[in-house]
Protein backbone atom coordinates (compact mmCIF):
# COMPACT_ATOMS: atom_id res chain seq x y z
CA UNK A 1 0.00 0.00 0.00
CA UNK A 2 1.47 3.49 -0.45
CA UNK A 3 1.08 6.80 1.98
CA UNK A 4 2.62 9.67 0.86
CA UNK A 5 5.62 10.40 1.79
CA UNK A 6 4.87 12.89 4.58
CA UNK A 7 2.37 10.46 6.19
CA UNK A 8 5.39 8.27 6.41
CA UNK A 9 7.39 11.14 7.61
CA UNK A 10 4.73 11.64 10.50
CA UNK A 11 4.62 8.02 11.40
CA UNK A 12 8.38 7.69 11.06
CA UNK A 13 8.88 10.88 13.82
CA UNK A 14 5.75 9.65 16.02
CA UNK A 15 7.52 6.64 16.56
CA UNK A 16 10.90 8.00 17.39
CA UNK A 17 9.48 10.57 19.75
CA UNK A 18 8.02 7.34 21.54
CA UNK A 19 11.39 5.68 21.52
CA UNK A 20 13.72 8.33 22.88
CA UNK A 21 14.22 7.19 26.05
CA UNK A 22 14.15 3.83 27.36
CA UNK A 23 12.50 5.05 30.65
CA UNK A 24 8.94 5.54 31.32
CA UNK A 25 9.37 9.00 31.82
CA UNK A 26 12.02 11.57 30.93
CA UNK A 27 15.03 11.32 33.97
CA UNK A 28 15.70 14.89 34.02
CA UNK A 29 12.28 16.06 33.19
CA UNK A 30 10.69 13.89 36.37
CA UNK A 31 14.00 15.38 38.30
CA UNK A 32 13.16 18.78 37.74
CA UNK A 33 9.27 18.58 38.56
CA UNK A 34 9.77 16.51 41.87
CA UNK A 35 12.43 19.68 42.66
CA UNK A 36 10.04 22.18 41.66
CA UNK A 37 7.28 20.45 43.93
CA UNK A 38 9.68 20.35 47.15
CA UNK A 39 10.53 23.83 46.82
CA UNK A 40 6.79 24.80 46.30
CA UNK A 41 5.91 22.84 49.27
CA UNK A 42 8.76 23.26 51.49
CA UNK A 43 8.07 19.49 52.51
CA UNK A 44 9.99 16.30 52.23
CA UNK A 45 8.87 13.19 50.11
CA UNK A 46 7.76 11.51 53.00
CA UNK A 47 5.25 13.99 53.54
CA UNK A 48 4.11 14.21 50.34
CA UNK A 49 3.65 10.23 50.03
CA UNK A 50 1.80 10.51 53.36
CA UNK A 51 -0.74 13.41 51.98
CA UNK A 52 -1.47 11.60 48.30
CA UNK A 53 -1.77 8.15 50.22
CA UNK A 54 -4.48 9.65 52.62
CA UNK A 55 -5.64 11.56 49.78
CA UNK A 56 -6.36 8.44 48.25
CA UNK A 57 -7.73 6.32 51.15
CA UNK A 58 -10.22 9.51 51.53
CA UNK A 59 -11.46 9.38 48.15
CA UNK A 60 -13.51 6.11 47.85
CA UNK A 61 -14.49 5.96 51.72
CA UNK A 62 -15.87 9.36 51.08
CA UNK A 63 -17.82 7.67 48.49
CA UNK A 64 -18.91 4.84 50.41
CA UNK A 65 -19.85 7.39 52.89
CA UNK A 66 -21.83 9.46 50.47
CA UNK A 67 -23.59 5.83 48.85
CA UNK A 68 -24.70 4.56 52.54
CA UNK A 69 -26.51 7.43 53.39
CA UNK A 70 -28.41 7.73 50.35
CA UNK A 71 -29.55 4.00 50.58
CA UNK A 72 -30.67 4.89 54.29
CA UNK A 73 -32.57 8.20 52.85
CA UNK A 74 -34.18 6.30 50.56
CA UNK A 75 -35.19 3.47 52.60
CA UNK A 76 -36.48 6.08 55.21
CA UNK A 77 -38.86 7.67 52.03
CA UNK A 78 -39.85 4.21 51.42
CA UNK A 79 -41.89 3.66 54.67
Not at 9 to 21: D, F, G, I, K, P
Request: without cysteine; charged residues 25%.
Amino acid sequence: MWFPVSFMETVAEAYRLLLHNVESVDPTMIEWVKHEIDDILGVGPTAIVVVLGALMLAFPIGLLVMARRRVRKMRGERS
